[in-house]
């Protein structure tokens, strides 16, 4: 946990969802993180006041109750404000990511050479694990460049659990927005990866 953002938070709660639960934390601004129990890069411990009513925490517990519940609600996305704390290439790279629809799938260097930085695709991918917006900014639709799974600083059992909730398919539509998602297909339910352990 850094001080800086325990100098920032004004609420925090936790939010059950079919993957586990989630600690919600939120400054005056919008919603600065979302993150699951024993993922990688959890602030820990935080010093703000427990409050689920916060008018972000609870706007994002309403929008990703919706968002598990139909596919309407995932493909209109989420649109509570956000304000999460990095540096200026995260906060990039996480625009870059809400840009990404419910299906679509890119990779590393796609995103570098949409910043306009092709060389950059290792640093790219330490920002994308550095997402402290589970679901929200979605961080899952991120592949490797031959459609591996990669990293998942959740698990990769949730991040699949969450392609397949989208309807899109390990490989497929790597920053075209073809997925299965995209073109109508069945999703497949989250609660079968939600029992496998989270990589920490």
Same mark, same amino acid.
């Given at each position: ?32 993180g979302l ?70 799938? /890119?990779?590393? #260097?796609?995103? !570098? @050479? ?7 695709? +290792? =640093?790219?991918? %330490? ?17 490797g460049r ?29 920053? /075209?927005?073809? #997925?299965?998602? !995209? @073109? ?7 609660? +079968? =990866?939600?029992? %496998?352990?989270?990589?920490?």
């Amino acid at each position: 946990m850094t001080k800086t953002l325990d100098n920032v938070l004004v609420a925090q709660a936790r939010l059950a969802t079919p993957l586990g639960t989630l600690t919600a934390a939120a400054t005056a601004r919008g919603l600065a993180g979302l993150w699951f129990d024993g993922q990688k890069h959890h602030p820990g411990r935080l010093a703000a006041p427990v409050d689920a009513h916060n008018t972000f925490i609870a706007q994002a517990r309403r929008e990703l109750d919706a968002w598990f519940s139909d596919t309407p609600s995932r493909r209109r996305g989420f649109a509570v404000a956000l304000d999460p704390q990095g540096t200026p290439f995260q906060r990039e790279v996480w625009r870059l990511l809400r840009a990404l629809r419910c299906g679509e799938q /890119t990779h590393y #260097g796609e995103l !570098a @050479r949409r910043l306009g930085r092709p060389q950059a695709a +290792r =640093a790219v991918g %330490a920002a994308v694990g550095r997402n402290p917006l589970a679901i929200v900014v979605p961080c899952h639709r991120v592949l490797g460049r031959d459609g591996s799974l990669t990293g998942y600083a959740g698990g990769l059992p949730r991040k699949q659990a969450l392609l397949e909730l989208e309807g899109g398919r390990t490989g497929a539509s790597h920053g /075209t927005g073809t #997925g299965r998602a !995209a @073109r109508g297909g069945r999703a497949a339910s989250p609660t +079968r =990866a939600a029992a %496998a352990p989270a990589a920490a």
